[in-house]
């Protein structure tokens, strides 16, 4: 495939190409949104845009009119990082290399459910066994291989151990999965049982092995070519998919030590996918080709129930990413027709690329959300009440308003309306329920903030720390706002800190910086259909040092309502929903009755094409996952076509 060239152009001629010259992008735009004639100083602002942003329909494709061929050429605000699965842990290389470039046992249709993939069914059987019955196979932590679980009294159960018990029929869950006969991966090799089992063998000693991987596995053995059994460490209401979404290797990659799968140092990554890798220029560019053997036809899987006409490989013949971190930048390739789709700019430019006839913005609510968490191991930040005063000086609809321009919705909820479904009876109605906890209160803000101080000996204005990464525009902004509503309360001096992603990303990883640093920190997270994500990446102890507890939050008592919500009988299956359901609001009240992170806004996930070129699209809720759910994803009968090359 040809590489297409173009130019880096600076900010000042996009804005002025699109309309938008001399629009205010700093603090300063926004100093006045608290207090306007439009929100009456009461932080809600006007929000029919927002209902307007996110009420879209899905665009279909008329099957006899796609024209086969060309190749989409887009671009990514980041680099790729990693290509190896059990090392990718930022969006931006699970959403460019794995999902593109891999498959799993388990696929989601569009509305999260499981649906057969590289497996064709599963079964599933449980036990009454938790972790905490595992004594007989824990050993001295310094005796230990690769650790699956801790046990209480500080031994730990390890890889070797899980195997014992597996062995012994000691273990709370397990699913056999029935493998497809005829998937081939892109080096011709035939996909086996074997091959799921070193799949998941490849996560010891890797980064996301506690994430993905050992908050649930025992283990996992083939029975003969096409059969797979795992198990699990105790009954799992995500089971399905969580072992059903492991990325599989070929035989070549069994191996490589975690993270060696880079094609800079010559291991290029291979997987069984719609597309296979072609080339890797680092922070430059990146391209994948159509695989044309891959297995899947309509006719190929029992489950198919859409139209005959749909078909059976990506139109597409492959993907050209560049890689171009400003926004600016992007959107001129955009508007100069040197590239089909890019996503992620800044809402002052979405929103008048989305008014522009000439293109769409394509957009669904997001599967994640921003936050702002709290140093809750440092005084006087234990206290929950200066926590949940913060929170009350969050102007979220003001923030959604004139930062985002209607491109998010106001976070009421610890979980995004993505997992409602799971998580909840009745979003909504939980919704209003709970909103009075994050609504805008400055004055019972103050209140709480006051008793603190009193009882902590505290003389206004107590001076904190807020950190942010540097190349999220719109993030930095909405902390400038917040600073704004802090300061303005003569209550808190802040010092804002900015950092580069790399160190940001490293600075929030350090599993010291909980107890070293009490600074306030801002991110975001992409999360699932699962509600578990949206929780256990704030709340869980065994997570701190990674994503997402940065700030060393462990409350026993929300810990053991979390793990309720998935791990026990009484919530796996369709059967015992109602019952997830229950635990999942429980658990939503109470960590809401003593925040240990302020949710700012869920976000809009955006595709800016162009209209003419770009037929089909439609935009994935999670981001992780945008370009290989959109491009071709039969689970969801959905499909893109180019009827232009650029």
Excluded at 60 to 72: A, K, M, N, P, R
Excluded at 375 to 401: A, C, K, M, Q
Excluded at 597 to 617: A, F, N, R
Aim: net charge negative; hydrophobic share 35%.
């Amino acid at each position: 495939m040809p590489r297409k060239q173009w130019s880096e152009v600076d900010r000042r001629r996009v804005l002025k190409s699109t309309g938008i010259a001399g629009a205010a992008v700093g603090m300063g735009a926004f100093a006045g949104c608290l207090g306007d004639d439009d929100d009456n100083g009461n932080g809600e602002g006007d929000l029919d845009e927002v209902d307007a942003r996110t009420d879209e329909e899905l665009e279909e494709v008329d099957y006899d009119e796609i024209e086969e061929g060309g190749i989409l050429r887009t671009a990514l605000a980041e680099n790729i990082n990693d290509f190896d699965p059990v090392e990718s842990g930022d969006t931006t290389s699970s959403m460019a290399s794995q999902f593109l470039i891999y498959e799993a046992m388990v696929h989601p249709d569009r509305d999260g459910d499981n649906v057969p993939w590289v497996a064709t069914d599963w079964e599933v059987e449980t036990q009454d066994i938790y972790v905490d019955d595992y004594e007989e196979y824990a050993v001295d932590p310094d005796d230990a291989g690769q650790v699956l679980f801790e046990m209480d009294d500080g031994s730990v159960v390890d890889v070797d151990g899980g195997e014992e018990a597996a062995g012994d029929d000691h273990w709370g869950m397990r699913v056999t999965y029935e493998l497809r006969d005829d998937v081939v991966f892109h080096n011709g090799e035939e996909l086996t049982a074997e091959n799921v089992v070193a799949s998941y063998d490849r996560y010891e000693g890797s980064t996301r092995g506690p994430t993905d991987l050992y908050d649930w596995y025992l283990y996992a053995e083939a029975d003969g070519d096409y059969t797979v059994d795992v198990y699990f460490q105790q009954p799992d209401a995500d089971g399905i998919g969580a072992a059903g979404s492991i990325a599989i290797v070929p035989e070549e990659h069994f191996d490589v030590a975690p993270g060696d799968i880079d094609p800079l140092n010559g291991e290029d990554p291979i997987g069984s996918g719609f597309f296979q890798f072609e080339e890797f220029d680092d922070e430059s560019f990146y391209s994948v080709s159509r695989f044309d053997d891959h297995w899947f036809s309509t006719d190929a899987v029992d489950w198919w129930d859409g139209s005959d006409d749909f078909p059976d490989q990506p139109p597409i013949e492959g993907i050209e990413f560049e890689i171009v971190p400003s926004d600016s930048t992007r959107a001129s390739a955009i508007q100069s027709q040197e590239i089909h789709h890019t996503s992620g700019l800044e809402a002052d430019i979405l929103t008048d690329l989305d008014e522009d006839d000439d293109y769409q913005v394509r957009r669904t609510v997001a599967g994640g959300y921003d936050f702002l968490q709290y140093p809750v191991t440092h005084e006087p930040w234990t206290d929950p009440r200066i926590r949940e005063g913060v929170n009350h000086l969050i102007p979220r609809p003001s923030i959604v308003e004139n930062i985002y321009q209607g491109w998010a919705i106001p976070a009421t909820l610890p979980m995004s309306p993505v997992a409602a479904d799971e998580g909840t009876h009745d979003y909504e109605a939980l919704e209003e329920e709970y909103g009075e906890y994050n609504e805008y209160d400055p004055e019972r803000a103050e209140e709480l903030v006051q008793e603190v101080f009193d009882d902590h000996d505290i003389e206004a204005p107590m001076e904190i720390e807020m950190w942010t990464n540097a190349d999220s525009d719109d993030r930095v902004r909405w902390n400038e706002l917040i600073i704004e509503s802090l300061e303005s309360t003569g209550l808190f001096e802040v010092e804002f800190e900015e950092y580069e992603w790399g160190q940001y990303i490293e600075m929030l990883n350090d599993p010291e910086m909980h107890q070293e640093e009490d600074a306030l920190v801002s991110i975001g997270l992409s999360s699932g259909f699962s509600p578990d994500g949206f929780f256990r990446s704030m709340v869980d102890p065994s997570l701190i040092g990674t994503c997402c507890n940065h700030t060393g939050y462990d409350n026993p008592e929300v810990f053991d309502l979390l793990q309720a919500t998935r791990f026990d009988e009484d919530v796996v299956g369709e059967e015992n929903i109602d019952t997830r359901r229950d635990r999942v609001e429980e658990l939503i009240a109470a960590i809401l009755e003593e925040p240990p992170v302020s949710w700012i806004q869920y976000g809009l996930e955006d595709d800016v094409i162009i209209e003419d070129s770009v037929h089909g699209w439609n935009t994935w809720p999670i981001n992780s996952e945008k370009y290989s759910r959109a491009i071709f994803h039969p689970p969801a009968e959905q499909t893109i076509y180019i009827s232009e090359e650029v």
